[in-house]
Every structure is written in structure tokens, then in C-alpha cells.
């Protein structure tokens, strides 16, 4: 169909839905005439990739807000941040501290550096690698070269990132400690969520423009926080990920989100968190849905999760209840969680919106199939080849079946929230078979191509 794209999406919008998705500005940011503001690299606008003049200014207005050392704008996302910190932090066979749950971006950095990972693997892949579990595998290994953590978790969830790097620091202060914040970047701009780790001893910090702020999706920042990177060295690897003709709208998008988030981000975000407290209290006090908070020490109110566990329903038959009946569009869903992202530019009447959902949907008697209860156990999968050395071999695509025991040619990566269960050298196994086949109907796999799956031919 022609335009077939083009045309979903001007459905979508005028169904006039409520979004409970990334990217943050919710389609509310003021319109622009898109294709007339698409332009090239001309005399009065400068060069991304060099840029003496008007971006150059800019890179210094967000450094002086989000108060770090030097501050880059990406158009790759935070995708081509993490990929360009890590090619920085290694040479090859050097060790990087890399927990199993990170993003695939990580995992194309590690392909790319030739480096070596060591790997943690959380007891929960929703939660997380833990303070401990960093600070012990750091011990384990006090001669590594980075550590990638992420922060917060894609659910909400944010570890003690003050307590981590001053402890990683004790122990090998030349560790290069790469935060993964592209959740967080409203973190700079409230003090009654959890903090920054730009105000923690980290050296290198990605934070997306897009996700909770309301810059146009793909946009994302890279900020050095301390006196231990290269900044010359770190921009050719920028560089090295960045289209040679980035986008002008992604630049001035960036510009407004900026100026957005330090005009107004302090008291949206308080808004946020006192109608978050607020719905909270009353859903759980009038339905049996709970807001899931993974215990941590303050809550990041831009993510509602809400916990299915003592309804007849599932996460992904929440999400998709909200969807068809009360064109509410939340942002993934799992086997006992529906995950509502807010933003900058959320209003108290979404949030209305969805509460009357909930209170309906609770006392509704929904047919549902029978609840799935295959749940994938982060266990820790048996490593064949190098990934490096995987990439490079023959393969053959095979029925997901009949995989069992074979090793695996690609990233297998359920999306969201995007970090792999298996990557390129690493064996199949029947329950990871079986956990596949449980959400492939429910979720986008990365790595799945209609029930068949690409394995090194042996």
C-alpha cells in the first residue's frame, strides 16, 4: 500500500489517544512545518561535527545546565552514546564489567571494541543488577577497564548510583564508569526524584532528550562528568557514529527540550509525582491492581508499572484492554506488568483518564485465554564462541523447534525493553525455547523471524 506508514500513524493521531509511551512531549509540542525546517549544514547554522558557532554555543548551554564537563548532542540516540563510550574505554581483550541486562547498544560496542565482557547476571532481569552485585563483581575483577551501568531501569527502578561509583572508585579509580541514564534525563531537573548520576563520581553519562523530556525521538546527549576522559579522543568516536548529515530538526528540537526542562521541568515534575501519589493511592485503595515501585529508595514518578499479580488479567492483556476499550496506549507490557511512561508534556487528564480505566476494568468480567505463567529465568547460558568470532561464521536459518542445543548466530533480544537473552556464540537451550514461543505472539523478538532463528551451521 502506498504510504502505508504515513497512514497508520495519521490514524493513530486522529483517534486522539492517550499516550502513555514514549517519546515525552506526547505530540503536544508546538507543530512546526517539518519539511520546510529541514535544511543542511549552511553558512549561519554550523557543523555537528564540528561546530565553532551556534551549536557550539548550544553544546555549552546544556553542558552549564545539566552542569557537566563537556556535553555532546547525538542524532544516533543514545544507541550511538553508548556504542561511542564504549569503543573509547577499550582496546582490544581489554574487560569491561557488563551486566547481562544491559542494551543491545552495549552489546554492538563490545562487538565492535573487540573487548572482553564480564558478565553479571541479575536474579531479576526487571530489577536489575543490585548495589552489592556491582561493587562485588568490581572486587572480583579490580583490573578492569569500564563498567556499564544502567540507571534507572526501563521499569522505574534506580540503585544507589552515588554509593556504586564512590565504591568502584575506591576500588580502581581509573575505571571508566559509563551510565546508561537515557531514562533519567529528568533527573537533572527535580531534586525530589532520584539524583543524577551527573551528580555522582561517574565519568561518562548518555541521557535520551526524547524518552520522559520532549525532544524528537532519536535525539539523546552524551555528557563527560570528569577530569579522567579525553575529550578530543572521546569526540572521534562521536564522530565516528554520527551521520555526516544529521538532522536539523533532531538539533533544534533538542535546543526547545533544553530550554523546556530548565523554563518548567522542576514543577511538571512535581505535578507528576503528586498526581502519581495520588492515583496510586486510589487505584490500590479501589481496584486490585498495585503500583509496582521495585522497593527502591526514591521512586522515579515518570513510570507507572502496574502490577496485574492479583487480577484475573496479565500485563499484556491489560495493555491491550486499554488499548481497544479506552484508547489508552501504554508503553510495553510483560507477563505481570503494564508499563506507562509519562513526560514533560503528560497532563493530569491522561492520568484521570487511565485511573476511571482501571476502576472500570477491575470490575469488569473479562474473557481472557488461560494466563501464561512461563516466566524466563536468568539463568546463565553456556558461551561456544566469541561473539566476535560468531559473527563472522557461516549460519543457517532453522525452525525455533528444532534449535535446541545449537548455537546461536544473532542477537535474540525481546524489544522492549531491548537487552538480549542470548547473543552471537552462545547455546540454545529447551527453556529458552520454550520462554520465546510464550511471547513471540506478544512482544517483538529481535532475532525471530516467523518461528525461524539464524544458528552457526557446524
Known amino acids: 500500500m502506498k504510504n502505508e506508514l504515513n497512514i497508520n500513524i495519521k490514524k493513530y493521531i486522529d483517534k486522539n489517544p492517550v499516550r502513555f509511551h514514549m517519546p515525552g512531549h506526547k505530540g503536544r509540542v508546538e507543530k512546526e512545518h517539518f519539511y520546510e525546517s529541514d535544511v543542511t549544514e549552511l553558512s549561519f547554522n554550523d557543523n555537528l561535527l564540528a561546530p565553532t558557532e551556534v551549536i557550539s554555543r548550544l553544546n555549552e548551554y546544556i553542558r552549564d545546565t545539566f552542569k557537566s564537563k563537556k556535553s555532546f548532542i547525538l542524532v544516533g540516540g543514545s544507541t550511538s552514546g553508548i556504542i561511542s563510550s564504549i569503543l573509547y574505554s577499550l582496546n582490544e581483550n581489554d574487560k569491561i564489567l557488563f551486566p547481562r541486562n544491559s542494551h543491545i547498544s552495549g552489546y554492538y560496542g563490545l562487538y565492535l571494541s573487540g573487548g572482553r565482557p564480564i558478565y553479571i547476571y541479575p536474579k531479576d532481569n526487571i530489577l536489575g543488577v543490585t548495589e552489592d552485585e556491582y561493587i562485588n563483581a568490581i572486587k572480583e575483577n579490580p583490573d578492569i577497564k569500564a563498567v556499564i551501568i544502567t540507571y534507572p531501569n526501563y521499569f522505574g527502578y534506580s540503585l544507589d548510583i552515588k554509593k556504586v561509583c564512590d565504591e568502584i572508585k575506591k576500588i580502581n579509580k581509573e575505571i571508566i564508569i559509563i551510565v546508561d541514564e537515557a ?137 491491550e484492554i486499554l488499548e481497544k476499550e479506552y484508547n489508552i496506549f501504554t508503553e510495553c507490557s510483560t507477563d505481570k506488568y503494564s508499563l506507562c511512561y509519562l513526560g514533560l508534556k503528560t497532563n493530569k487528564e491522561d492520568i484521570d483518564k487511565l485511573k476511571k480505566a482501571l476502576i472500570f476494568i477491575d470490575k469488569e468480567d473479562f474473557k481472557i485465554k488461560k494466563r501464561n505463567d512461563i516466566v524466563f529465568k536468568n539463568i546463565k547460558p553456556v558461551i561456544k564462541y566469541k561473539m566476535r568470532n560468531a559473527l563472522k561464521m557461516n549460519r543457517e536459518s532453522i525452525k525455533l523447534d528444532k534449535a535446541v542445543d545449537k548455537v546461536i548466530s544473532d542477537y535474540i533480544v525481546p524489544y522492549p525493553p531491548g537487552f538480549p537473552i542470548l547473543v552471537p556464540g552462545e547455546v540454545l537451550d529447551k527453556d529458552i525455547i520454550s520462554y520465546l514461543k510464550s511471547i513471540v505472539d506478544k512482544e517483538t523478538v529481535l532475532g525471530l523471524n516467523n518461528g525461524y532463528i539464524d544458528v552457526i551451521k557446524e
Open 183 to 319: 531514562h533519567g534525563a529528568h533527573f537533572s531537573f527535580s531534586d525530589e526524584y532520584p539524583m543524577s548520576s551527573l551528580k555522582a563520581n561517574s565519568d561518562i553519562v548518555i541521557t535520551s532528550m526524547h524518552k520522559t523530556l520532549t525532544a524528537l525521538t532519536q535525539t539523546s546527549l552524551l555528557h563527560v562528568n570528569s577530569d579522567l576522559i579525553d575529550i578530543n579522543k572521546l569526540k572521534l568516536y562521536i564522530n565516528m557514529t554520527t551521520s555526516t548529515s544529521p538532522s536539523y530538526l533532531f538539533l533544534t528540537s533538542v535546543e526547545a527540550a533544553v530550554h523546556f526542562a530548565e523554563d518548567e521541568g522542576h514543577g511538571i515534575l512535581k505535578d507528576i509525582k503528586k498526581w502519581y501519589i495520588e492515583t496510586k493511592d486510589f487505584v490500590e485503595n479501589n481496584t486490585r491492581f498495585k503500583f509496582e515501585e521495585f522497593s527502591g529508595k526514591v521512586h522515579d514518578y515518570t513510570k507507572i508499572c502496574i502490577d496485574t499479580s492479583n487480577t484475573d488479567l496479565d500485563g499484556y492483556t491489560l495493555s
